[in-house]
């Protein structure tokens, strides 16, 4: 069984609203569809996504199968004002996961604790099956370093592509 969790394709960014509600950019669809056909994502798996709309429009364009939407895979909460240094705010928050790193910004921890649950409890219910789980990078980066044990990987955060892959065999 292999875990393979996917960051959504490149979005629509659209000032003024937050991240959360943004939609997959149309211009980004050939990127989606070059990982769908790259062979690194199983022909049979269990597929769930995020609720929020890119992660959505990314899984559909991934599969012709089923896929299931989990509201518990959402992105780490933020307000829907632009960050300038973004890349050093998620930082902050990832040294100090107990607290906001912005004002209106879930806390890491909490982000971890819900998104974590959520992803053991559809590896239970597809025990011994590959899983596809379509979201996003810090999301997926705190998944990865708790089911592996190991701290959070921020520099393949940075260089995580829209769309990209983590593998973990848990």
Do not use: N
């Amino acid at each position: 069984m292999t875990l393979h969790l996917v960051r959504h394709g490149r979005p629509l960014v659209t000032p003024g609203v937050p991240a959360a509600e943004w939609a997959l950019d149309p211009a980004a669809y050939d990127g989606v569809w070059a990982l769908r056909d790259s062979g690194r994502l199983p022909a049979r798996a269990a597929w769930l996504t995020s609720p929020e709309p890119k992660a959505v429009q990314t899984a559909q364009l991934l599969t012709d199968g089923e896929v299931g939407v989990l509201a518990d895979l959402r992105e780490h909460q933020r307000t829907g004002e632009w960050v300038e240094d973004f890349a050093g705010a998620v930082r902050r928050a990832f040294d100090h996961p107990d607290r906001p790193a912005v004002d209106g910004w879930e806390p890491l921890d909490d982000c971890r604790r819900r998104v974590t649950t959520a992803v053991r409890r559809v590896l239970e219910v597809h025990a011994g099956a590959d899983v596809v789980l379509v979201g996003h990078g810090t999301a997926w980066t705190l998944v990865a370093a708790d089911l592996t044990g190991k701290p959070p990987d921020l520099e393949r955060w940075e260089s995580l592509a829209m769309p990209d892959v983590i593998r973990v065999d848990p």
